[in-house]
């Protein structure tokens, strides 16, 4: 396609996400909406009101007729996350571009036949693990690759949030659908750690729950099992230990998200919503510790993830119109599936997970 030309853009899956991905697009100059596909009519209703007044684009009920109407030049995949796996497959069929939501599917076989599928394609495709694009944490890892800090030896992720959102059909309240929610919502952290460890992971500790979350909840009488809190220890190829610690009925918080890498001559932090980013030096102490607030004058449209969503769509429209590598890639998305996917086990059955046991 040409590289001025705008990219024409479907967005399938038209709930939460959906919506949201939909109000980052419109605020990018050369991107267009040209379609929108989801099986529930409330949905469509929620997407045609976000499109706004005057904006008519066809709606399909089934991915499918969207990709037969061949409209267009890329596709978002927002749909539930057990969907992900066909939906993919039948956009890469098609030979369209994708930006697929995390994670990338909910099962280890539905990675590999998504990773095999893409790597004999042409198409394009990008996983959207957009913690890396949110500006403190883009600029933390900045500074953790500049030697600032030495050589990173410690990696750690705190997250102490909201409870889970109501989502259509109530398909996130069930580990079957979401992968569990160590998979569903943590795939972004894995991603991240490891982006930072700079090594595979190869084994994974965890211990986590359901204690206080969708315990009074009904669902055709079945009760919610996603954990609503876990701690996660992992260990990379290259000597490097990462830590999750996740709480969600944590709402007393300042600040939802907290990083820390940790060097061998100093440390970095970052720290969302207040977008602070901290740079501390062993040698200075907390005397030493210099503080900024980091934000992207590029954003244009902050949205629920800190104008992460927008930066990273800047640099999916950019590899769709000249052919260039996804920066955030299938690969990417199966090993932060994987990792998850351990810790889930791990919790489970109460041991230590190698990674060799899931890849």
Same mark, same amino acid.
């Given at each position: 396609?040409?590289?001025?030309?705008?990219?024409?853009?479907?967005?399938?899956?038209?709930?939460?996400?959906?919506l949201e991905h939909i109000r980052n697009l419109q605020a990018i100059e050369g991107a267009e909406i040209v379609a929108i596909a989801d099986p529930h009519p409330e949905s469509l209703e929620w997407a045609r009101m976000t499109l706004g007044e005057g904006v008519?684009?066809?709606?399909?009920?089934?991915?499918?007729?969207? %990709?037969?109407?061949?409209?267009?030049?890329?596709?978002?995949?927002?749909?539930?996350?057990m969907t992900h796996a066909e939906v993919l497959l039948d956009v890469l069929a098609a030979g369209v571009d994708c930006l697929v939501e995390k994670p990338l599917c909910t099962t280890m076989e539905d990675c590999r036949r998504v990773v095999a599928a893409a790597e004999a394609s042409d198409s394009l495709v990008w996983v959207g693990l957009e913690y890396r694009y949110m500006p403190p944490v883009a600029r933390a890892i900045e500074i953790a690759r500049s030697g600032e800090i030495g050589d990173v030896r410690m990696v750690a992720m705190r997250e102490h949030r909201f409870p889970f959102l109501v989502k259509v059909g109530d398909w996130n309240r069930f580990n079957e659908n979401t992968g569990g929610t160590l998979v569903e919502k943590?795939?972004? &952290? &894995?991603?991240?750690?490891? %982006?930072?460890?700079?090594?595979?992971?190869?084994?994974?500790?965890?211990?986590?729950?359901?204690?206080?979350?969708? %315990?009074?909840?009904?669902?055709?009488?079945?009760?919610?099992?996603?954990?609503?809190?876990?701690?996660?220890?992992?260990?990379?190829?290259?000597?490097?230990?990462?830590?999750?610690?996740?709480?969600?009925?944590?709402?007393?918080?300042?600040?939802?998200?907290?990083?820390?890498?940790?060097?061998?001559?100093?440390?970095?932090?970052?720290?969302?919503?207040?977008?602070?980013?901290?740079?501390?030096?062993?040698?200075?102490?907390?005397?030493?510790?210099?503080?900024?607030?980091?934000?992207?004058?590029r954003v244009a449209h902050e949205g &629920?993830?800190?104008?992460?969503?927008?930066?990273?769509?800047?640099?999916?429209?950019?590899?769709?119109?000249?052919?260039?590598?996804?920066?955030?890639?299938?690969?990417?998305g199966l090993a932060s599936v994987a990792v998850g996917m351990a810790a889930q086990i791990s919790l489970a059955e109460h041991r230590v997970v190698e990674l060799s046991e899931i890849l």
């Open positions: 396609m040409s590289t001025t030309a705008p990219v024409k853009i479907g967005i399938i899956g038209t709930g939460m996400m959906g008519d684009v066809p709606s399909f009920t089934d991915h499918r007729g969207l %990709l037969e109407a061949d409209l267009c030049d890329a596709v978002v995949i927002a749909s539930p996350n943590c795939c972004h &952290f &894995f991603d991240l750690l490891g %982006l930072l460890a700079g090594a595979p992971a190869v084994r994974v500790m965890a211990s986590g729950g359901q204690d206080v979350n969708h %315990l009074d909840e009904s669902y055709g009488g079945r009760v919610p099992d996603i954990l609503d809190n876990a701690l996660v220890i992992i260990e990379y190829a290259n000597g490097v230990r990462g830590s999750l610690d996740l709480c969600m009925f944590a709402e007393g918080s300042v600040n939802q998200e907290e990083l820390s890498v940790v060097g061998d001559l100093g440390k970095v932090e970052a720290f969302l919503p207040s977008a602070e980013v901290r740079v501390g030096q062993r040698v200075g102490w907390h005397d030493g510790v210099q503080s900024q607030i980091v934000v992207d004058e &629920f993830h800190h104008g992460s969503s927008y930066l990273e769509h800047l640099d999916f429209l950019d590899a769709v119109r000249n052919r260039t590598a996804p920066l955030v890639t299938v690969a990417d």
